[in-house]
């Protein structure tokens, strides 16, 4: 069975960065697509960022020039580089892959703070 395990979220101050990394456990999986959702309280979840096989990607306006997703095919992991975060940002970060033979897989989510 296929899991995704979240690292990386915490409390930084505005302005910070913070690197989030999603790994998928098993070997020899066909990815069709990567992704980063978030959820703050009492808000749905969103998109923040998402590449796809052939390395495509696209943004949430909100961090455009700011968030970079990208991804380490040999490990299965998918990374979100956040800069620049602004208190706005905080939420609890899911990864998202959309793997063949699998269908749609969710992390268990890192809730990410951005406070003085």
Known sequence: QV???ESGGGLVQPGGSLRLS???SGSSLVVNAMGWYRQAPGKQRELVARLTNNGNTNYADSVKGRFTISRDGAKNTVYL?????KPEDTAVYYCNFGL???GTLWGQGTQVTVSS
Do not use: G, I, K
């Not at 580089?81 to 975060?85: A, G, I, K, R």
């Open 3 to 5: 899991q995704l395990v």
């Open 81 to 85: 580089q956040m800069n620049s975060l």
């Open 22 to 24: 999603c790994a998928a």
């Open 100 to 102: 063949v033979f699998y």
